[in-house]
């Protein structure tokens, strides 16, 4: 039997959503009018539910490649802070308690902010 985290992200594969992270842990579809980032952790893990404007307005506030936050009132964030080791993306839900991150390089955060500026 398969973990939950690693059973999802399976059946997310077979139906078209985009992944990154380390570990392809984070998903990224659209569902409608709506996309759904999820981000899987050891443990907990992360929906956020968006309009694809709030995503956008996201993706261009990533893609000054500095420490930013984009708040998702009542649902959760996305918060980037750099380092010399690279970009700490940290996903929470909206009480903070759920958190999933993870410190990805410039290559891979470039490829974070393409595929969250263009959901499957």
């Known amino acids: ?17 985009a992944h990154f992270s380390p570990h392809d842990s984070v998903r990224v579809e659209t569902l409608g009018e709506q996309v759904r980032v999820t981000a ?3 443990a907990p893990f992360v929906p956020l539910l968006l309009s694809h404007e709030e995503l956008n307005a996201c993706v261009q506030k990533l893609e000054s490649y500095a420490d930013t936050a984009c708040e998702f009132p009542e649902r959760g964030s996305l918060t980037v802070k750099t380092s010399p080791a690279g970009f700490t993306l940290t996903f929470a839900d909206s009480i903070k308690v759920n958190i999933v991150d993870f410190t990805i390089d410039k290559i891979a955060f470039a490829h974070a902010i393409k595929t969250l500026g263009n959901p499957s």
Request: proline residues 5%; negative net charge; hydrophobic residues 55%.
């Open 1 to 17: 039997m398969l973990a939950p985290g690693l059973a999802m992200l399976l059946a997310g594969s077979l139906l078209g959503s």
């Open 40 to 42: 899987y952790g050891d």
